[in-house]
């Protein structure tokens, strides 16, 4: 097994840590918990709204793509915190923050504030353990060769 030069852990590692970290902020905070754009639409547009309808459609925001996004991020953590976990152990420990506070924005987000997200079926989830199992194979094949 080859060694991984030295100066990766602080070219390589520091790139993977701070994608990790900063997905995990400001994505996750920022972009799915905060929405600036809901925020906009409760608090300036929907006042303004000249029926009760109307300022109930602009106050539910639309689940839209909402639940896949989520899901491919969560697959991004698994892989890249499996992948880099042994080598960054930094990683378990923000990809374990990482989905603690995803199970609560997740909770807030579908019982308070998103419409029901459209009917999906089973090959959403199909598809996300197809990507997990090729990566952690090519994980597997990659660290013994």
Known sequence: VREAPRQWYSLGGAMITNVCFGDAIFIQVLLDFV?????????????????????????????????????QLAGKFVVICAMFGSAIPLLYLIG?????????????????????PPVTDASLTRSMALVVRTCTCTCIWVCNH
């Open 35 to 71: 929405q600036i754009q809901v925020l906009v639409a409760q608090y300036i547009i929907a006042p303004r709204a000249k029926t009760q309808d109307a300022m109930n459609d602009m106050y539910t925001a639309p689940a839209g793509i909402y639940l896949a996004f989520r899901l």
């Open 96 to 116: 374990a923050a990482y989905f603690w506070l995803a199970s609560w924005i997740d909770r807030y987000n579908f019982l308070r504030r998103l419409a029901p």
